[in-house]
């Protein structure tokens, strides 16, 4: 990478996004003061040069930082609740972040109810998600294997019984059962296996980009190529 050239720069060259006068391709929004007055715009360019853009509206209900799979969630909720105006900032791109690199499994054999019954939750979310958003949404039923050491026997007992009381079906299996879910597995190995069969696999960044969708439809302005670097208050109130 070019010392001249930042990772905005190859983003916005990726994108497609524009370059205002300030040779930035997208400059942060921000709340700034101009030099003839003391009042704020909201949410402008901040670059002075010309070319600067607004957004759509100058305030929210909710603003949330960062495009990922939780930011455009909670956008997406929001709106269902009937929350007017959400905003999500996303410094990047949507799924730039960690939501564009992960995994992408979803399973609920976890050692904590609570935890576990949030889990199931999103299980359920996922799987029943063009249902509801009327989007398509690829989801993969691989189940999860959990592989322990022999001697945590109570110990994966005890999750096994946690994320049963939250919902989950997983159960223990034996090493032939286990090494047929998983070849390649060590056959002469002591360890033991508790099975969760729904737990499921999503590309993350089909998902990331699903969701920006759906969010975009019921009315969440994804706003790209915006950076928050600091959030300005006034008594118990945001300006920006």
């Given at each position: 990478m070019s010392a001249?050239?930042?990772?905005?720069?190859?983003c916005a060259e990726?994108?497609?996004?524009?370059?205002?006068?300030?040779?930035?391709p997208i400059c942060k929004f921000s709340e700034i003061p101009t030099r003839s007055t003391s009042r704020p715009f909201p949410f402008l360019h901040s670059c002075k040069a010309k070319g600067f853009r607004r957004l759509k509206e100058p305030t929210s209900d909710f603003v949330i930082v960062g495009g990922g799979v939780t930011g455009l969630?909670?956008?997406m909720h929001l709106k269902r609740l009937g929350v007017p105006r959400v905003r999500v900032l996303e410094r990047h791109h949507v799924g730039s972040g960690q939501s564009g690199h992960a995994a992408g499994i979803v399973r609920a054999l976890v050692g904590h109810k609570s935890v576990a019954s949030m889990l199931m939750d999103s299980l359920r979310f996922f799987t029943g998600f063009k249902e509801q958003y009327g989007e398509e949404l690829v989801v993969h039923r691989i189940g999860y294997l959990l592989?322990?050491?022999s001697d945590q026997s109570d110990?994966?007992?005890?999750?096994?019984q946690k994320a049963r009381e939250a919902g989950c079906q997983a159960q223990r299996v034996s090493a032939a059962e286990a090494i047929e879910l998983q070849p390649g597995l060590r056959q002469d190995s002591p360890d033991?296996?508790?099975f969760e069969p729904d737990a499921v696999q999503i590309d993350p960044m089909l998902?990331?980009?699903?969701?920006?969708?759906?969010?975009?439809?019921?009315?969440v302005e994804v706003v790209e190529g915006c950076e928050v670097h600091s959030i300005l208050k006034k008594g118990s109130q945001i300006h920006g």
């Open positions: 001249s050239r930042g990772w905005d720069d190859y990726a994108l497609g996004l524009r370059t205002c006068a300030c040779s930035r969630s909670v956008g592989l322990s050491e110990n994966l007992d005890q999750v096994i033991i296996y508790a998902a990331v980009q699903t969701f920006a969708r759906v969010a975009r439809r019921l009315g």
